[in-house]
């Protein structure tokens, strides 16, 4: 299997985590975003957003869309699982995920800040916008699990919200979030970074990190 | 079963197509996005992020997120089934839906727009904004079907892809976006709209349509 990614995209780092939970490997293929690599015409021809991640099978199956290629990760790779059998808890697992990746992430992927950047907006006010969007999604994360036991955000072992908190909270520093109002986020946090699946999937540690 | 929306929200209207091609019933409880109702203390107990839609069962369940409330009526209600039983199809159709859902959607939500007329912008930029977000979404929506054969973008009925295409196309008409470039999402709206599930749930059929 081959990878498309970048070292700091959060999606394409929900994607490693679940691949290395699944004792899966791949061939990491990074695309540098900042210099505009995902919209290389190659590129566009297997994943026409020219977002990363997408995933290449070795039998030509191209598939797009990080919590997409998450889910058929674990319909085709069932164990460990990352979503329970239960359809609530199914759900609300799902839309934890949602959460972070339909109304937090896009709102402040690059794609999003340079086209703030072209209407004149400041790096300041810039950055603040990707706070802003990063702390309406956390407090949102934090008040949905505020009476999960723990220590994952949804049981004793890691599950799909886990592959897209992690990430976003790297997303959250580096704009510079503070991070103290989500107390129940950050145990989740611990308890995942505890797992090599998670270490190793981490932006610092993949060939192509600056 | 209580469904909590907004007779514009493109999100609670994929949630109300999935309710009526299921065959269930439920109370609509709207929710006037432009005063702000979704940020009454007492909804904000049940949908932390303070959007729509939420769904409450009869029996105290409350779900969030239209994907994932989707997927649970699909895993609670089978017939007849949004996501067909091949993982890689299953992943073709979220992917597509997540293109929506998370890339375009939530770049041109109300709550987004409000931010860009905080920082100063003029209605004409905040308008083209958002038109640009469905233009990227529905090109990239274009191309993964163009080979598919349709009616619908995913066979010869409806899915989770269509339950999302048909409320984007509803909102990029508002927008001004020239659709004329994407004839295959047309021809399966045109497919979906001939179905009463489809036409019931469109937002001037509401109770709050204004």
Redesign the interface.
Known sequence: MKLHGYFRSSASYRVRIALNLKGLSADHWPHHLRKGEQRDPAYLAIN??G?VPTLQDDGG?I???S???I??LD??HPEPPLLPGD??Q???I??FA??I???T???QNL??LA?LRE?G?GDA?VTE?AA?ANR?GL??CE??IAHESGPFCYGAGPTLADLCLVPQLANARRFGVDLAAYPRLLRSEAAAKELKAFADAAPERQPDAE
């Open positions: 026409p957003q977002l199956v598939l797009t869309q919590l997409a290629i889910e058929w319909e085709t359809p609530l199914r759900a609300k799902r839309a949602q959460v990746a339909c109304d992430h896009p709102v794609k999003v086209r209407l907006q006010v916008w802003w309406e407090s949102a008040a949905l």
